[in-house]
Each structure stands twice: as structure tokens, then as C-alpha cells.
């Protein structure tokens, strides 16, 4: 299996901080990379796909960026719903894998 | 916006086998693959299995042997069984839709189901 670790695991922001979210691959995943974002006690939600790919609907203050093994999720300008756990997923090889999470917490 | 909803018992004796429901909407249950993937209370997320109409099948090898995805379309509904369950399958239970390009993400979710493994 493709292993999928993000760093760090958490960070504190405050509201218009650049956040910036790493996820490293196991081995070299192309482009299939996607990243999701979850608020408590809802389904994650897709923002980014093919590792840069904004998803429609989601506010441009996300971009995504990287290849092979290393990528990140940027966000711009933290908003206060922004405040969530932040998971990316790989889809080179079955089985699919997703990173551990990254938890924004306020500062 | 495509809504997606899981059903199923809320709770399963250890041993027993849990069954769940994912009843999509009919126009588009022929046209893409649809996955189930599964959250442990507070932890991460687990990607299952997929399924499409044409009975293309992939299952995540550390649930190979347990599990079977299914699908209905006549009922508009994709099922999973997990048989011989522990306390390690106790989870909140998504489908999902693959979205339709060449790198294979989930664009909607159900709510989620949660199911408890406990006597």
C-alpha cells in the first residue's frame, strides 16, 4: 500500500494567516492526489483534485500544488470557517489511501 | 446537488455481520463507481471498496476477505456486508460517488452511518 503522511498533524492559525498543509507519498503518485477537508460531525469535502485542480464551488483562497511524492495544500487567507481537519488522498494505486489528517485549530 | 443516504443497523454483535445501504440517486447510479469508506470515531479514514453497475469490483485487501460490495439498480442502492465484525470495525460508514475524470476522487458523500461493534 501507497502510505500517505501529512505534516504536522495540527497547527494554530488565526483568521487571514497562510496556511500551509504538506502531504508526502511513499512512492511517486503522479498527480493523483486529492484533498479534503472535514468540519466536525460532517462527510469530508473535496477542494482539490489531480493535486491542483480547484474543485467547483470551493472558494479560490485553496490551491493545491506538487507531484510525484510531495505535495501541498495552501490556504490563502484563513477564514473562521476554515477552521477544520484537512485529509489528502491518493489514487494511483488500489488500494486508495488517505493521509493521517491535519487538524486547524483557532490560535 | 446529488444526495446520497446510507442506512442500516446502528449496532452489530461482535461476530455477526454488518449490512448497509446506500440508496443513490436512479439517473446516475449506472454512470459512475461508487465507494464505501469508513471513519473510526476521531480518527482517520479508510477507504473500503468500489463498485460499478457493470460489476467492476475493488475491494481494499485488508478487508478482502470479509467483505462484498453489491449493487442494485433497479433499487437504486449499493450495499455492503462485512462479515465476522470486532470492535475494530466500529465506524462511521460513508458512500461516496467517484467523480468521472482519470484521477479517482469522491466528489459527493452521504452523511454518514455510524455502527457500533458491541455486545
Known amino acids: 500500500d501507497i502510505q500517505m503522511t501529512q505534516s504536522p498533524s495540527s497547527l494554530s492559525a488565526s483568521v487571514g494567516d497562510r496556511v500551509t498543509i504538506t502531504c508526502r507519498a511513499s512512492q511517486s503518485i503522479s498527480s493523483y492526489l486529492s484533498w479534503y477537508q472535514q468540519k466536525p460531525g460532517t462527510a469530508p469535502k473535496v477542494l482539490i483534485y489531480?493535486?491542483?485542480s480547484l474543485q467547483s464551488g470551493v472558494p479560490s483562497r485553496f490551491s493545491g500544488s506538487g507531484s510525484a511524492t510531495d505535495f501541498t495544500l495552501t490556504i490563502s487567507s484563513l477564514q473562521p470557517e476554515d477552521f477544520a481537519t484537512y485529509y489528502c488522498q491518493q489514487s494511483y494505486s488500489s488500494p486508495w489511501t488517505f493521509g493521517q489528517g491535519t487538524k486547524v485549530e483557532v490560535k | 446537488q446529488v444526495q446520497l443516504q446510507e442506512s442500516g443497523p446502528g449496532l452489530v454483535k461482535p461476530s455477526e455481520t454488518l449490512s448497509l445501504t446506500c440508496t443513490v440517486p436512479g439517473d446516475s447510479i449506472s454512470r459512475y463507481y461508487w465507494s464505501w469508506i469508513r471513519q473510526p470515531p476521531g480518527r482517520g479514514l479508510e477507504w473500503i471498496g468500489y463498485i460499478f453497475h457493470s460489476g467492476n469490483i475493488d475491494y481494499n485487501p485488508s478487508l478482502k476477505s470479509r467483505l462484498t460490495i453489491s449493487i442494485d439498480t433497479s433499487k437504486n442502492q449499493v450495499s455492503l456486508r462485512l462479515t465476522s465484525v470486532t470492535a475494530a470495525d466500529t465506524a462511521i460508514y460513508y458512500c461516496a460517488r467517484k467523480a468521472i475524470t482519470m484521477v479517482h476522487y469522491f466528489d459527493y458523500w452521504g452523511q454518514g452511518t455510524l455502527v457500533t461493534v458491541s455486545s
Open positions: 489531480a493535486a491542483s
